[in-house]
């Protein structure tokens, strides 16, 4: 069975550092825009005076996604939800700033950045971006924010008529981030609504302990083990999506499970793997049954 897990180890470790190119959804209207010249090749090589609002820091996840894994409470389930720019991490907005660094996951996949600029004449909200279209590098890309009853980030997506081509939305997951992991927004969106709270936990004699699963990815009650990491990323095409979780994935004493939410618990199952490489994986005996505490 550790020749099996060890994979997996590989697999957990590899979304940290990696983060297929699905598309964003169409908009369902062709607006228009006036503006400067957009395009890629014009973005301002001085500073500009406007700067950056600290409302755009924090960790960003595309809507679709957030709304739903509220639902499914399965990542794998979700994953087609997952857009081409799935996630975005701003750290340092500042108002005397001419340029902002942003982060960004591409298909939670692989790790991106960009750059935004701001200038825009009227469009104190809207600014440039250096972000390419490699399909047609006409086209270009402008980051805007809107303030209402919640702050939200759009990318928006205009070919070189300036015609909306799509846009992707995204809601702010953290206010502020220590992480430097384009990921970690979608990583604390799964613990919150997957598995974040107090449990029964009762294991396949009959035992039964109190276990508790932090947003931030620690783990209480199981002895030995101190955190817990959910699978993200199903980038490989053919690969059996099942939901996984991994405790101690970063230690020598990790241990992973099939986990799948059943009338209200969340069942933990051992595995087989099928192919010996990770991609068909199938549930076999069940070794925890969490039934949550309520308040």
Same mark, same amino acid.
């Given at each position: 069975? =550790?020749?099996?897990?060890?994979?997996? @180890?590989? +697999?957990?470790? !590899?979304?940290? /550092?990696?983060? &297929?190119?699905?598309?964003?959804?169409?908009?369902?209207?062709?607006?228009?825009?006036?503006?400067?010249?957009?395009?890629?090749?014009?973005?301002?090589?001085?500073?500009?005076?406007?700067?950056?609002?600290?409302?755009?820091?924090?960790?960003?996840?595309?809507?679709?996604?957030?709304?739903?894994?509220?639902?499914?409470?399965?990542?794998?389930?979700?994953?087609? =939800?997952?857009?081409?720019?799935?996630? @975005?991490? +701003?750290?340092? !907005?500042?108002? /005397?700033?001419? &340029?902002?660094?942003?982060?960004?996951?591409?298909?939670?996949?692989?790790?991106?950045?960009?750059?935004?600029?701001?200038?825009?004449?009227?469009?104190?909200?809207?600014?440039?971006?250096?972000?390419?279209?490699?399909?047609?590098?006409?086209?270009?890309?402008?980051?805007?924010?809107?303030?209402?009853?919640?702050?939200?980030?759009?990318?928006?997506?205009?070919? =070189?008529?300036?015609?909306?081509?799509?846009?992707?939305?995204?809601?702010?997951?953290?206010?502020?981030? &220590?992480?430097?992991?384009?990921?970690?927004?979608?990583?604390?969106?799964?613990?919150?609504?997957?598995?974040?709270?107090?449990?029964?936990?009762?294991?396949?004699?009959?035992?039964?302990?109190?276990?508790?699963?932090?947003?931030?990815?620690?783990?209480?009650?199981?002895?030995?083990?101190?955190?817990?990491?959910?699978?993200?990323?199903?980038?490989?095409?053919?690969?059996?999506?099942?939901?996984?979780?991994?405790?101690?994935?970063?230690?020598?004493?990790?241990?992973?499970?099939?986990?799948?939410?059943?009338?209200?618990?969340?069942?933990?199952?051992?595995?087989?793997?099928?192919?010996?490489?990770?991609?068909?994986?199938?549930?076999?005996?069940?070794?925890?049954?969490?039934?949550?505490?309520?308040?």
């Amino acid at each position: 069975m =550790k020749a099996k897990l060890k994979y997996f @180890i590989v +697999i957990f470790l !590899a979304a940290v /550092s990696c983060q &297929s190119e699905k598309r964003t959804r169409k908009a369902k209207d062709t607006t228009t825009i006036e503006v400067e010249t957009l395009n890629n090749k014009e973005v301002p090589k001085k500073a500009i005076k406007g700067g950056f609002p600290s409302v755009l820091n924090g960790d960003w996840v595309q809507t679709d996604y957030v709304e739903s894994i509220k639902v499914t409470k399965s990542p794998a389930r979700s994953h087609n =939800k997952i857009g081409k720019y799935s996630s @975005i991490i +701003i750290q340092e !907005a500042e108002k /005397s700033a001419d &340029s902002l660094y942003v982060g960004c996951s591409m298909g939670n996949h692989e790790g991106w950045q960009f750059t935004i600029y701001p200038g825009l004449s009227g469009k104190d909200t809207l600014y440039k971006t250096n972000l390419i279209d490699y399909d047609d590098r006409s086209n270009y890309y402008l980051l805007g924010y809107s303030v209402g009853g919640d702050t939200t980030l759009t990318l928006f997506h205009y070919n =070189k008529n300036n015609k909306l081509i799509d846009k992707t939305e995204y809601t702010r997951i953290l206010k502020s981030s &220590s992480s430097n992991s384009v990921e970690s927004g979608i990583q604390y969106l799964a613990n919150r609504e997957v598995f974040a709270g107090k449990y029964i936990c009762s294991d396949s004699l009959g035992h039964s302990k109190t276990v508790s699963f932090s947003p931030e990815g620690n783990l209480s009650g199981f002895s030995g083990y101190q955190t817990y990491r959910i699978n993200t990323d199903f980038d490989e095409p053919d690969e059996n999506t099942a939901d996984l979780i991994g405790f101690n994935t970063d230690k020598k004493n990790n241990r992973y499970f099939v986990f799948e939410g059943k009338q209200g618990e969340i069942l933990l199952y051992n595995y087989s793997d099928i192919d010996g490489r990770g991609m068909d994986i199938s549930k076999t005996s069940l070794v925890y049954t969490l039934r949550p505490v309520r308040k």
